[in-house]
C-alpha cells in the first residue's frame, strides 16, 4: 500500500534511520539486485551570471562583476571534446539566467553540439527553461519543443529545492515557483522528454513540507512518468547569504530512506556523494539509493593525464564494490554500458 | 522485519541472547547487509544500555609526541630531535588545561603520551601528581596498555607496582589505546618495539584485579585479516569474562594520513566503519559500552553509528593532537552543546560522565 503524507511527515521526523534503511533497502534489492550504478558526464557552467541572486548559492555573480563570465561556443565544445574524449557519455550544461541572450543562442550551441559529437545533452534547468521562454516571448512547450528539436534530450532535475512557495520565497524569490517548476517537468514529459527530480533539504523546511514535496512530485510522476530518477542534496550553507548549520548525516539518511520508500513510482533513487562527500555517498547504498549519479569530470581532471581520469571512475568502483555492490557504467537512461 | 534469511541462525542466536562463536564473527564481516547489521546491533544496545549516549566534557593532554615505539600506523610519535617534537615540563601541562577549564563543565583529563626516549617512570608519574595537586576535582584516566608496559621496563617495577603508583598519584582509570591488533604477527611488523598483546593484555587483567577500570581498543584498517579482527574481539571477551573490567570498546579505523604505513593501505571504508561498529557490538557481548569515536569516525559518522551499537560518543575532547596529526579531519574539539544536539537528534538522552561512567548529568527532553 501507498505511505500517505501524514505517516511519511511522522517517519521523517521520529523514524529510526536503521529501520527505514531497512525497508528502502529491500525495495531497492528487489528493483536492482546487487547492481548500482553511475555515469560518467561533465557540468559545463556556461556562465556564472545571474539575475536571481539565490540566497543558497555561491556561484553567481553580477553581471558587472569582475569574475563575471559567459562561454564561448568554441570553449563549450572545447569541453565537450574533452569530455568525449574521457569517455563521458552525457553532457549537464546549466547556467546562470544570463539577460538577453534569446533563445536562437541555446538553439545554436546545442545543434553546433549535436552536429558534431554523439552525447546525451542532459541539460538547463526548469529555471532556465522558463527564462528562456519568457525571454523568447513562447510558451514552455513551444520552448522545449525548440530546444528537443535543436538537440536537447533530457531534463536534469535541479532547482526543485523544496516545491513549498513558503520556503521558495524565502531562500529564492526570484526563482520560479512550485507551479511553474512542475509545469516545466510536465511540459517536457509531455514531448517524450525524461527528465530527474531533485530535493534539496536543510532550509529549515518542516518535515510536512518535505513530503508535500514529495507528493507533489508523486502525483506529478503518477499522470506523466517522466522522472527518471529522484535525488536528494543537502543545502550547503558555506558561502552563501541562508547561512545556517548543515544537515546532519543521520538527517539525510533518513530522508534518503523516506525518498525510496515514498516514490514508489520513480525507478531510481539516486545517493549524493557530491553534497555528503564520497565516504556517506557510500552509505547511501545501504539505505535505498541504486546509483551514485555522476563522476562529474572536473575540469582539472579531464584536463588532466588520463590516469586522473581512471582514478575517478576506479574510486567509484571501489566504492560500490566496499559496499558489496556490483557498480555499472550507465547512460542518461540508465541503460547499462559497462560492468565494472 | 529484520529477518535476514542467509544469516537466520545468527539473528536467532542473538534474539535469544546466545553468545556469538568466532564463525559467525567472521560470516559478519562478510554479510554486507549493512541495515540488517545495525539492526541487530541497535536492538543489542537497546538491551544492554538503553537510550542514555555517554560522553566526557574532557580535555586531552599528550604529555610527548617524542617515542620510541615508531609504530609504522602513527603520524604523531617522533625523533627527540625532530622537527616538532615537543616534552611539556609539568606547568606546561598544567597550562593546557588551565585552558581547558575556561570551560566551567569540563570534568576529566585523558592523559596519553609518547614513550619518551629518556623519561624515566617518575617524570610521568610526577606530571600526573602534578595535574593530579593543582586539579584535584577533575578526574584522571590515562596510560595505555603499551605505557604502563614501558613504564614496567624502564623502571624495574612490577606492572602492579607500577599501576599501584599511578593509582595514588590520582589515576582513576586507564585508557584503552595500544591494543592494536592483539595479534603478534602484527605487532610484529606494524609495532614490534612496544607491548605484545600478551603484555597488554597482562596490563588490564592485573589493573582490574586491582580495581581499576580500563578501557578497550582495536585500531582496524591496515595490514589485519578479518580473523585477526575477530580473534582480537575475542581475546578481549575472553578477558572481560575474567575480569568484568572493561568498561567501553573503542573502533579505530587507521588513519592512513602522514604515517608510514599509509603508503601502502587505504583508508578504510565508511561501510567497514560501521560493519565493523555492529559487529563489535553483537560479539562483545560482555562489555557494556561501545564507543563511535568521532575524532576519528568524524561527526556525521559518529552519529549513524549510535544506531550501529554505540552508546558512548567521547567526548568534548579539546585539543585532540595524536590523531590530527594523521589527517583526522574533524574539529579537534566539539561542544558540550553540539554533542547534546546530536545525539539528542538521535532520539537519544545524551549524559555527561565520568572516566568510570558515573552519570555526571543527564538531559532528558
Known amino acids: 500500500m501507498r505511505m500517505n503524507d501524514k505517516e511519511a511527515a511522522e517517519l521523517l521526523s521520529q523514524g529510526d534511520p536503521i529501520e527505514l534503511g531497512r525497508l528502502a533497502d529491500a525495495e531497492r534489492a528487489k528493483r536492482f539486485d546487487d547492481t548500482v550504478t553511475f555515469i560518467v558526464d561533465r557540468n559545463i557552467n556556461y556562465t556564472n551570471v545571474c539575475k536571481n541572486e539565490c540566497k543558497f548559492c555561491a556561484f553567481f555573480r553580477r553581471k558587472e562583476h569582475k569574475d563575471a563570465y559567459l562561454l564561448t561556443y568554441d570553449q563549450i565544445l572545447d569541453k565537450v571534446q574533452e569530455t568525449v574524449d574521457a569517455g563521458g557519455t552525457q553532457l549537464m550544461i546549466q547556467g546562470g539566467l544570463y539577460p538577453d541572450l534569446g533563445l536562437a543562442y541555446y538553439e545554436k550551441m546545442l545543434s553546433l553540439i549535436k552536429s558534431r559529437y554523439d552525447i546525451t545533452i542532459h541539460s538547463f534547468t526548469a529555471t532556465e527553461i522558463q527564462y528562456f521562454a519568457q525571454q523568447e516571448g513562447i510558451s514552455v512547450l513551444e520552448c522545449l519543443k525548440r530546444l528537443q528539436a535543436a538537440g536537447l534530450d533530457s531534463l536534469p532535475g535541479g532547482g526543485a529545492e523544496i516545491l513549498v512557495d513558503e520556503i521558495r520565497k524565502k531562500v529564492s524569490p526570484k526563482k520560479i515557483m512550485t507551479d511553474d517548476w512542475l509545469h516545466v517537468m510536465e511540459c517536457a514529459h509531455s514531448i517524450g522528454m525524461e527528465s530527474t527530480a531533485t530535493m534539496v533539504i536543510g532550509f529549515g523546511e518542516t518535515m510536512a513540507q518535505r513530503v508535500e514535496h514529495m507528493e507533489r512530485i508523486r502525483q506529478l510522476q503518477d499522470r506523466t512518468g517522466g522522472f527518471r530518477a529522484f535525488i536528494t542534496w543537502t543545502f550547503q550553507p558555506g558561502n552563501t547569504e541562508l547561512g545556517g548549520e548543515k544537515t546532519s548525516g543521520w538527517d539525510y539518511m533518513r530522508t534518503l530512506a523516506m525518498t525510496r520508500l515514498y516514490m514508489d513510482n520513480v525507478a531510481h533513487i539516486q545517493g549524493s556523494w557530491v553534497t555528503q562527500g564520497e565516504r556517506i555517498g557510500q552509505l547511501t547504498l545501504g539505505f535505498g539509493a541504486d546509483d551514485l549519479g555522476s563522476i562529474m569530470l572536473e575540469e582539472n581532471v579531464v584536463r588532466a593525464a588520463g590516469t586522473a581520469y581512471d582514478m575517478s571512475i576506479n574510486k567509484m568502483a571501489q566504492l560500490i564494490r566496499g559496499a558489496g555492490k556490483r557498480p555499472a557504467q550507465r547512460d542518461t537512461e540508465y541503460n547499462i554500458i559497462k560492468h565494472f | ?365
Not at chain 2, 549516549?53 to 627527540?80: I, P, Q
Not at chain 2, 592523559?111 to 606530571?127: C, M
Not at chain 2, 602534578?130 to 608496559?149: M, N
Not at chain 2, 578477558?239 to 587505504?266: A, H, R, S
Open chain 2, 1 to 365: 522485519m529484520y529477518c535476514n534469511a542467509e544469516y537466520q541462525d545468527i539473528e536467532e542466536k542473538i534474539l535469544s541472547g546466545k553468545r556469538l562463536s568466532k564463525e559467525d564473527g567472521l560470516r559478519l564481516f562478510d554479510c554486507n547487509d549493512l541495515s540488517w547489521l545495525g539492526n541487530m546491533a541497535d536492538i543489542v544496545r537497546k538491551c544492554k544500555c538503553g537510550d542514555i549516549v555517554y560522553y566526557n566534557v574532557n580535555c586531552h593532554v599528550n604529555l610527548t609526541n617524542m617515542c620510541t615505539s615508531k609504530c609504522k600506523f602513527c603520524a604523531f610519535g617522533r625523533d627527540k630531535d625532530a622537527k616538532g617534537a615537543y616534552a611539556m615540563s609539568p606547568e606546561e601541562a598544567i597550562a593546557v588545561v588551565e585552558d581547558a577549564m575556561q570551560d566551567p563543565d569540563l570534568a576529566g583529563l585523558h592523559v596519553v603520551s609518547g614513550l619518551h626516549p629518556e623519561w624515566h617512570f617518575d617524570d610521568y608519574l610526577y606530571r600526573l601528581q602534578a595535574l593530579h595537586d593543582r586539579f584535584p576535582s577533575l578526574y584522571l584516566k590515562g596510560f595505555t596498555g603499551v605505557e604502563i608496559t614501558h613504564f614496567a621496563k624502564i623502571s624495574g617495577l612490577s606492572v602492579a607496582e607500577v599501576l599501584s603508583k599511578l593509582k595514588n598519584a590520582g589515576l582513576q582509570a586507564i585508557a584503552g589505546g595500544g591494543a592494536e591488533i592483539l595479534c603478534d604477527r602484527v605487532r610484529q611488523e606494524l609495532c614490534p618495539e612496544k607491548a605484545t598483546a600478551k603484555e597488554w593484555l597482562e596490563v588490564a587483567r592485573v589493573a582490574h584485579g586491582m580495581g581499576i577500570k580500563s578501557n578497550a581498543s582495536m585500531l582496524y584498517g591496515h595490514i589485519e585479516t578479518m580473523e585477526e579482527r575477530v580473534d582480537h574481539l575475542l581475546k578481549l571477551r575472553e578477558l572481560q569474562d575474567e575480569t568484568g573490567g572493561f568498561q567501553t570498546f573503542i573502533c579505530f579505523p587507521f588513519l592512513p594520513k602522514n604515517t608510514e604505513l599509509g603508503k601502502q593501505v587505504q583508508q578504510t571504508s565508511m561501510w567497514d566503519d560501521l560493519k565493523t561498529m555492529a559487529i563489535s557490538r553483537l560479539m562483545l557481548d560482555n562489555f557494556t559500552n561501545i564507543k563511535a569515536y568521532w575524532v576519528m569516525l568524524t561527526v556525521p559518522v559518529a552519529q549513524l553509528a549510535l544506531s550501529f551499537g554505540a552508546n558512548d560518543i567521547d567526548g568534548t575532547v579539546h585539543k585532540e593532537t595524536i590523531l590530527h596529526d594523521a589527517g583526522a579531519t574533524s574539529p579537534t574539539a566539539l561542544s558540550e552543546d553540539y554533542i547534546i544536539r546530536i545525539v539528542r537528534e538521535a532520539g537519544r538522552i545524551p549524559a555527561s560522565c565520568d572516566c568510570n561512567f558515573n552519570i555526571i548529568r543527564r538531559f532528558d527532553q
